[in-house]
């Protein structure tokens, strides 16, 4: 019994931060699909559109990746907050360059469905979610 109730010591912390990661997941997905002009919800829900889908769940994913180092480096919840956000604005920064440097067209090219523009935004989602996550361990 004493071997259980040591395993659960954590807990409380487990749930707390896990709950402030999914918010903060929530609160990322709406955000970016405010600030990315295409409607992701509408092109994979009702459009099928896989370019899409395959660019958004890239930035999903590269942020889940920060938040995790931010997680796991992180000296507090307060710290771990104050870094989900530097992870949440790094990756909208990420669609932004994507966007206005590397292929100014994108917006349209995942409108129109071509899987190559989805894969180098999710790519590149993906990328930037590791350096920042790198970059969360002091």
Known sequence: MEAIQTSLTGLTNFALYFSIALVLLLAFTFIYSLVTPHNEWKLVKDDKNAAAATGFIGAVIGFAIA?????????????????????????????????????????????????????????????????NAACMTY
């Open 67 to 131: 938040l995790a180092s931010a997680i796991s480096n992180s000296v507090s919840l307060i710290d771990f907050a104050i870094w989900g956000l530097v992870a949440l604005i790094a990756q909208i920064i990420a669609f932004a360059i994507v966007r206005f440097v590397f292929m100014p067209r994108i917006v349209q090219r995942i409108n129109d469905n071509e899987l190559s523009a989805g894969i180098v935004l999710g790519g590149t989602s993906i990328a930037v979610g590791l350096l």
